[in-house]
């Protein structure tokens, strides 16, 4: 079972909708996640954030954060004067403190129990601040774009190459170099407690990072959008399996 993270918002943001019902919340989460993680053998769980995150860690056997809108500045000592006030059940793309505070939880309750942890795009960022690490609030424009105008799905821009450490799980997933799509203007900054950053674009922006000793992966492309086969995805289902295999479930 992996549990898959996502957002809440009010149904009056779907088009067709009953208007009866408009003030009504549903909680959501790409379904190419689902998609991918079954083919990969996983059993796909979306996960609320009223699922107590160490109780659904007695359950769950692998943690996917995924993307969204940007990690509230107050959680990792940013500039909360770009907060808008704006209400994220009404607009999806503006600060979830709400989701934020969940996925934080989440991903030091799966940590303490040594749950695989995925973290996409934006699921990599709170992995980061989780473990006490800053954001770098927006990217300036540079000769990597990050911010990229390209539709979903689609494996990226070639200027978009990722290299990676060697001897990294990421190193061991992908065949060398590798371009990626990328959809993103914030980055991991300031490394937290026990972060590697072992993956890099030409201009140093951080893709993928991980925790030495523990089955924790982020990577700040999306894997669910790739037109090619994207390991990571299934990396998360196998050391999940091997979790299962190990605690004799």
Same mark, same amino acid.
């Given at each position: 079972?992996?549990?898959?993270?996502?957002?809440?918002?009010?149904?009056?943001?779907?088009?067709?909708?009953?208007?009866?019902?408009?003030?009504?919340?549903?909680?959501?989460?790409?379904?190419?996640?689902?998609?991918?993680?079954?083919?990969?053998?996983? *059993?796909?769980?979306?996960?609320?954030? $009223?699922?107590? &995150?160490?109780?659904?860690?007695?359950?769950?056997?692998?943690?996917?954060?995924?993307?969204?809108?940007?990690?509230?500045?107050?959680?990792?000592?940013?500039?909360?004067?770009?907060?808008?006030?704006?209400? &994220?059940?009404?607009?999806?793309?503006?600060? $979830?403190?709400?989701?934020?505070?969940?996925?934080?939880?989440?991903?030091?309750?799966?940590?303490?129990?040594?749950?695989?942890?995925?973290?996409?795009?934006?699921?990599?960022?709170? *992995?980061?601040?989780? *473990?006490?690490?800053?954001?770098?609030?927006?990217?300036?424009?540079?000769?990597?774009?990050? *911010?990229?105008?390209?539709?979903?799905?689609?494996?990226?821009?070639? $200027?978009?190459?990722?290299?990676?450490?060697?001897?990294?799980?990421?190193?061991?997933?992908?065949?060398?170099?590798?371009?990626?799509?990328?959809?993103?203007?914030?980055?991991?900054?300031?490394?937290?407690?026990?972060?590697?950053?072992?993956?890099?674009?030409?201009?140093?922006?951080?893709?993928?990072?991980?925790?030495?000793?523990? &089955?924790?992966?982020?990577?700040?492309?999306? &894997?669910?959008?790739?037109?090619?086969?994207?390991?990571?995805?299934?990396?998360?289902?196998?050391?999940?399996?091997?979790?299962?295999?190990?605690?004799?479930?």
């Amino acid at each position: 079972m992996i549990g898959i993270t996502g957002r809440r918002f009010r149904l009056s943001l779907v088009e067709g909708s009953d208007e009866r019902y408009g003030d009504r919340c549903m909680d959501t989460s790409m379904s190419d996640f689902a998609t991918r993680v079954a083919d990969a053998g996983g *059993l796909p769980v979306h996960l609320s954030y $009223d699922t107590d &995150p160490e109780a659904i860690c007695d359950w769950i056997s692998g943690v996917l954060v995924s993307g969204g809108q940007d990690v509230h500045p107050s959680c990792w000592g940013g500039d909360t004067s770009v907060v808008r006030g704006l209400d &994220p059940r009404t607009d999806p793309m503006v600060h $979830d403190l709400q989701r934020d505070e969940y996925e934080i939880a989440l991903i030091r309750a799966a940590l303490e129990r040594g749950i695989p942890v995925l973290g996409v795009c934006r699921g990599m960022q709170v *992995l980061n601040v989780a *473990l006490g690490g800053t954001l770098v609030p927006d990217l300036a424009p540079g000769a990597v774009s990050h *911010l990229s105008a390209e539709t979903a799905p689609t494996d990226g821009d070639v $200027d978009h190459l990722v290299s990676f450490v060697d001897g990294s799980i990421a190193a061991g997933l992908f065949d060398g170099d590798v371009v990626t799509n990328s959809w993103h203007h914030q980055a991991v900054d300031r490394r937290g407690v026990g972060v590697a950053v072992t993956g890099r674009t030409a201009d140093g922006v951080v893709e993928a990072i991980e925790v030495p000793g523990h &089955p924790v992966l982020g990577v700040q492309w999306h &894997p669910e959008w790739m037109k090619s086969t994207d390991p990571t995805l299934t990396w998360v289902v196998r050391e999940a399996a091997r979790l299962m295999q190990r605690s004799g479930s």
